[in-house]
């Protein structure tokens, strides 16, 4: 038997492990399949646990004590590292296997019982004085702590470490012993600045707080969450916690980063770093990290969560992870914008876009809207409200929204109508937006009754058209014919109060100079400045403005009394004789028949047909509206 603190070989031969000392192996220890045959005494003298087995098999009288040793922690490396120790050889302890080292010898009971300084208690030592104090030591025990996790949570070796961790990112990085990652190789270890290799003695501090995002990001989906939870306790700031979360995401979803407009943080690590690639389910971690996600705002955050919606929906996560994504994503839905709203269809559905999903997320923005106390006093208008500004932010994509997937030809109008209906009028001070909508929508299906037509109609409210949607409108030869003369008379009304208001105008300049105001000073200022000339010319323009719009105005006027008169004589006609083709014979159209008609009916007339009729109001209506639509 080799002398304390000499240096034994060990050698393998196959599955086989064995120690040249000089004498036959009389104990052998089977660790994963992988037997050690040594000797009783170094064994015994270090490792309580071999002792107490080896004296319970005493009474068997065998020359050869065999024992299994079952969930060894580290399998049979470590196992070799500890019969190494036994024997005198000395053992390397790095940041690497400290853990595994430090579990082995609990499993082993190698307590300073069985001899002075012994491998727990060494171990033990190294792990507070080497692996506490630094960040790189503690990230990579950490990381390593993976296999023996169970026993290294019965030592507290992971509340330490994470606690450690924590309590580092409050302080300045520079402390911790490697150099910063933005300064390279003109940083000592210590932090100090170099100059020509010259320690300067001069201190950095790093102004960047998210230096430690990417060296987190090597743990496992556990550790990172406990990490997160720990640092939360610790008070760091919630907008730190949120990017190393993102930061974390991002890098184990890469399909993520399609849908965050090209905005990726750029991985950093220092040179000494040598962090192991991890493998992780990515379900797993998107279930995981939807629960470490803080209740939080903005554009980017909601960019965010909307492509976590999206690799939900392709991974097939949980229902309670896609609902709580979505109740997320409606509490601040006016940071949202068109692209990540176009969620496509994943499943078998029809439909091109998954239209369900963005329903479900506006009515989580509407009962979270719901919630929101009302502004105090009471008599004030929904319209100077705290919520009017993000609800009218919604209505405003939702109606883009509709209009980009209007296209979809098997798009059903009811989803249109609930699309447009989930939120209340009070959203919409313009109607412009659905207009363009619908309009989009029937020139996709052209197979679309009148009756359909105008009931998808009803849901804009035709006094919220601007004057270009109006004059759009009375020309769309797509909409029915009930749906143009609601038009035109609303035309007509914007018309009259444009004229009204440029008419105020006129009278307000031309009226006598009173006491000096606050306007009247403007006023001059604006005369002293630009000179009469200016003011002049502007004056010409709205004049011949005035003229035009008093001439359409008498036009529209002339042809809405036609047509009053013209419904007022049917409507005193007979019942029988009130159906759409006596009121189409009496303003001189010529209707086709329909299958579902009983009898064949010609009309014996000459006029040109209902559309053509409308056609010939509108032209001799907008002979000089030469402004179209600004939408389309």
């Known amino acids: 038997m080799p002398p304390a603190r000499k240096v034994s070989e060990f050698f393998r031969e196959g599955n086989d492990w064995f120690c040249k000392a000089g004498l036959p192996s009389d104990i052998t220890v089977v660790v994963d399949g992988v037997r050690f045959h040594l000797h009783k005494f170094p064994l015994i003298s270090k490792c309580g646990k071999i002792a107490r087995l080896y004296e319970e098999s005493e009474r068997k009288h065998e020359k050869i004590f065999t024992t299994v040793l079952e969930e060894f922690p580290g399998g049979s490396d470590m196992f070799l590292l500890a019969a190494k120790f036994c024997y005198g050889t000395r053992v390397e302890l790095t940041s690497r296997n400290i853990v595994m080292v430090y579990c082995a010898a609990d499993y082993l009971e190698m307590i300073d019982e069985f001899g002075e300084e012994n491998l727990l208690s060494k171990s033990e030592s190294f792990f507070y004085k080497n692996i506490l104090h630094n960040w790189k030591d503690c990230i990579l025990a950490l990381q390593s702590s993976e296999p023996v996790l169970q026993r290294a949570e019965k030592l507290h070796i992971i509340n330490k470490c994470v606690n450690a961790l924590s309590v580092m990112v409050c302080t300045d990085p520079s402390l911790f012993g490697w150099p910063m990652m933005m300064y390279g190789s003109l940083q000592s270890p210590g932090g100090s600045i170099l100059w020509n290799g010259i320690n300067t003695g001069a201190r950095i501090r790093s102004s960047e707080s998210d230096w430690w995002f990417e060296d987190i990001s090597y743990l496992s989906v556990s550790l990172f969450e406990r990490l997160i939870k720990a640092m939360e306790t610790k008070g760091i700031r919630p907008e730190n916690i949120v990017g190393a979360v993102m930061h974390y995401t991002r890098k184990y979803l890469p399909g993520l980063g399609r849908w965050q407009g090209g905005q990726h943080s750029i991985p950093r690590t220092v040179t000494s770093f040598s962090f192991t690639p991890i493998a992780l389910d990515q379900r797993v971690v998107l279930e995981s990290i939807e629960k470490l996600l803080p209740q939080k705002k903005g554009k980017s955050f909601c960019r965010f969560l909307l492509g976590l919606l999206r690799v939900a929906l392709i991974l097939g996560a949980s229902q309670t992870c896609k609902d709580s994504l979505e109740k997320r994503i409606g509490r601040q839905l006016e940071f949202a914008t068109l692209d990540g709203l176009l969620i496509p269809t994943y499943s078998d559905a029809e439909t091109l876009y998954d239209i369900d999903t963005v329903q479900r997320i506006i009515q989580h923005f509407m009962s979270s809207e719901s919630k929101v106390t ?26 883009s929204y509709i209009a980009e997937v209007a296209s979809d030809v098997a798009l059903k109008p009811g989803k249109i109508r609930s699309l447009a209906e989930a939120l209340p009028d009070s959203s919409r001070t313009l109607h412009d937006g659905l207009y363009r909508s619908l309009d989009i929508y029937f020139k996709a299906h052209p197979w679309l009754t009148d009756k359909e037509k105008e009931e998808l109609c009803n849901i804009i409210d035709f006094q919220k058209l601007s004057i270009d949607a109006c004059a759009h409108a009375s020309q769309n030869e797509r909409l029915p014919l009930r749906v143009v003369l609601q038009v035109l008379f609303f035309e007509q009304m914007h018309l009259r109060t444009a004229l009204a208001g440029h008419l105020n105008v006129l009278e307000t300049e031309s009226a006598p100079t009173g006491p000096v105001n606050v306007q009247a000073e403007m006023a001059g200022q604006i005369i002293q400045r630009d000179g009469w000339v ?7 323009v709205l004049k011949v403005d005035m003229d035009k719009m008093r001439s359409r105005v008498g036009e529209l006027e002339q042809e809405f009394s036609k047509i009053k008169q013209e419904m007022k004589k049917v409507s005193k006609s007979h019942s029988s004789l009130s159906s759409p083709r006596v009121v189409a014979r009496r303003i001189g159209c010529n209707l086709l028949s329909r299958p ?11 006029a040109p047909s209902p559309r053509a009729s409308v056609e010939q109001a509108r032209f001799s209506c907008h002979s000089r509206h030469k402004k179209s639509f600004s939408l389309f």
Request: net charge negative.
């Open 374 to 399: 009302p502004f105090s006093p009471a008599s004030v208008e929904p319209e100077t409200s705290p919520s009017s500004g993000p609800l009218r932010l919604v209505a405003k994509l939702i109606d």
């Open 534 to 540: 200016t003011m002049v010319r502007e004056n010409r």
């Open 596 to 606: 579902s008609d009983d009898k064949p009916v010609t009309i014996g007339s000459t």
